[in-house]
């Protein structure tokens, strides 16, 4: 099982600090810190306790063409976004057949099926670490749920006229809430 985790550098240290972190789940971590400068984390993050941990990996910023490396690399993405209006990076790895888990905050998170092709979560250390214990004790589900990602990509999200309809039907949706 290999876990590729895309930005919050925070919430990495939080979600290793509950994980299982057994040895034979690889991780990498992607993480420009856009959102947060390195000298301002706190000195228990991932990013300064690296060295320590002979199964994580830290990636800077890559290319468009290295990610896709990257991806094909991994298994698993971790999305943990407080609020992401879409998602390309899960997009991407969707096509990739990876399977997700992702904040249930992101607007991605409107075209998946809960345990069918993610397991979705509130973004915080505790949740993202039971998802990663659901997929490590269920590790068939990982496969299955990541060639369903690719079917979705390929059936409706990459398809403009089915994207639309699905784009549509959330906007109804929300708009039928505020009634």
């Known amino acids: 099982m290999k876990i590729l985790i895309s930005g919050g550098a925070g919430y990495i240290g939080g979600v290793l600090s509950y994980a299982l972190c057994d040895k034979k789940i690889k991780?990498?971590?992607?993480?420009?810190?856009?959102?947060?400068?390195?000298?301002?984390?706190?000195?228990?993050?991932?990013?300064?306790?690296?060295?320590?941990?002979?199964?994580?990996?830290?990636?800077?910023?890559?290319?468009?063409?290295?990610?896709?490396?990257?991806?094909?690399?991994?298994?698993?993405?971790?999305?943990?976004?407080?609020?992401?209006?879409?998602?390309?990076?899960?997009?991407?790895?969707?096509?990739?057949?990876?399977?997700?888990?992702?904040?249930?905050?992101?607007?991605?998170?409107?075209?998946?099926?809960?345990?069918?092709?993610?397991?979705?979560?509130?973004?915080?250390?505790?949740?993202?670490?039971?998802?990663?214990r659901y997929y490590f004790y269920n590790q068939s589900k990982i496969d299955i749920h990541g060639e369903n990602n690719l079917k979705l990509i390929k059936k409706s999200l990459m398809n403009s006229k089915n994207s639309s309809k699905l784009f549509f039907s959330i906007i109804n949706k929300l708009n039928s809430n505020k009634k």
């Open 27 to 132: 991780y990498a971590v992607i993480d420009n810190l856009s959102t947060s400068q390195k000298k301002n984390l706190p000195k228990d993050t991932i990013f300064n306790k690296i060295k320590e941990y002979s199964f994580i990996k830290l990636v800077n910023f890559k290319s468009r063409k290295e990610l896709i490396k990257i991806y094909s690399q991994n298994n698993i993405l971790i999305f943990p976004s407080k609020y992401d209006g879409w998602g390309v990076v899960p997009m991407e790895a969707m096509s990739s057949k990876m399977t997700l888990i992702i904040s249930k905050n992101c607007g991605i998170a409107e075209y998946l099926t809960n345990k069918k092709n993610a397991v979705m979560v509130n973004p915080n250390p505790k949740d993202i670490s039971k998802a990663i």
